[in-house]
């Protein structure tokens, strides 16, 4: 019996049945992290299952994929050319040396 692991939801791929994305599991196994890794940074995938299939899905249509994730940054560029820019100080107040211990 054959299961569909990746979903498209709102023009974004999606593991099945989570809120997690593809390119959130893509960009951690790019990483070197393994699927046991991934699914410990993302318990909401559920199983081994599900990461192993979104990583099979990503090889077995690496254009869809890559498509996608070219989409992905064209929207994070127009996203962050339009946006304002940070408060002032801002970041240097999540800096991890200025958080308190």
Known sequence: MSRDYIERR??????????????SVKFHFRE?????????RFPA????????????F??????????YLAQQRQKWDAFSTAADPPPP?????????N???
């Open 99 to 101: 958080r308190a211990q």
């Open 10 to 23: 709102s023009d974004a791929l999606y593991i099945a049945g989570t809120r997690i994305s593809l390119e």
């Open 45 to 56: 995938l559920g199983s081994l299952a599900n990461v192993y299939g979104a990583i099979a």
């Open 32 to 40: 070197g992290a393994s699927p046991e890794t991934i699914l410990n």
């Open 89 to 97: 100080g801002l970041l240097r107040k999540t800096e991890p040396t």
């Open 58 to 67: 990503s090889l077995d249509n690496p254009a869809v994929v890559e498509e």
